[in-house]
């Protein structure tokens, strides 16, 4: 198994969900072998790097792209494994993606309406699928690992956020806690609610956070890494609860509200006793899109709901010419 063994033709669906885009290859990827899903993961980071940055990055991606490999499942009660990747790496799972995997396998007739499970890196996820845009998932165990981290942010000033697992590792902050010289302000600060007009500034906040986490060495569980950070707020319409804004490991903002970064703030909001199971909460993006959430407790396991929905926008085949030096992708400037 090698980069050698990619053939010169991808073939891909995408869609997007709540704005946030998918990529699903659904012909054409290298094949992993054998393994658990999470062993698969590890080959896929290590040996078939390449392939990745060629069906994310530019010229045929951008920053913002997930992509999703469909590989048989290890769990035989799952229809499809998925690895979800981003333009720096592998991600663990992906909540907006699952959504949109979902309706691109409703999209080729591979599965109907009704309930299916797909295996991930982390574990088998369910979802239900309503047979034509919507998908609700039952996401793996979420959970708040530490409450209140402070930590010195360069330019910032102190900043207090909780660490949460959602399927991806999250710093949660509420944004109302940031240095009053940023908040409500005009040039380079940040209104209530916040908005479109300050993703600058956010995307700033949240990479100056995540880079002090790292320098801090302030990690998850098991030395998991902080790739995530969601700074959240009053929501936009009064119809929802709040809007969040998440920064994604390769420095691109979610446009969705974010699968796993809902997770983790409903296992936040659950552990404040400010959630109770069945519960729903709606959670807004930046641009105004918006999961419905909810929670149910199986044994000492809390479990999510999500639901949003997806749009098929293309089908396409990525053509990867072999005299085209830029065939694997332009690496990413936030790349490791
Ligand atoms: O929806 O979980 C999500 C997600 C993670 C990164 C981008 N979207």
Known sequence: MSELSVGPRVRVIDSHTGGEPTRVVIDGAPDLGRGSMADLRIRFRDAFDSFRSAV??????????????????????????????????????????????GVTLGHLGRIGKGNHRFDTAVGPVTIEYDGANRVSFENVHSYRFAENVTVDVEGLGSVTGDIAWGGNWFFLVDSETLPTNLLHGTEN?????????????????AWRIRQTLEQNGIKGANGGEIDHIELFGPPGDPKNHSRNFVLCPGRAYDRSPCGTGTSAKLACLFEDGKLKPGDVWRQES???????GSVRVDGDKLIPRIAGTAYITAEATLILDPSDPFRMGIRSQHSH
């Open 56 to 101: 994310v990055n530019e010229p045929r991606g951008s920053d913002v792209i997930v992509g999703a490999l469909i590989c048989e499942p290890v769990d035989p009660t799952c229809v499809a494994g998925v690895l979800f990747f981003n333009n720096v790496g592998p991600l663990w799972m992906c909540g907006h993606g699952t959504i949109g995997l």
């Open 189 to 205: 600060q940040i209104r209530k609610p916040f908005g479109p007009g300050e993703i600058e500034t956010l995307t700033d906040i």
């Open 286 to 292: 930046i641009i105004g899109s918006v999961f419905e």
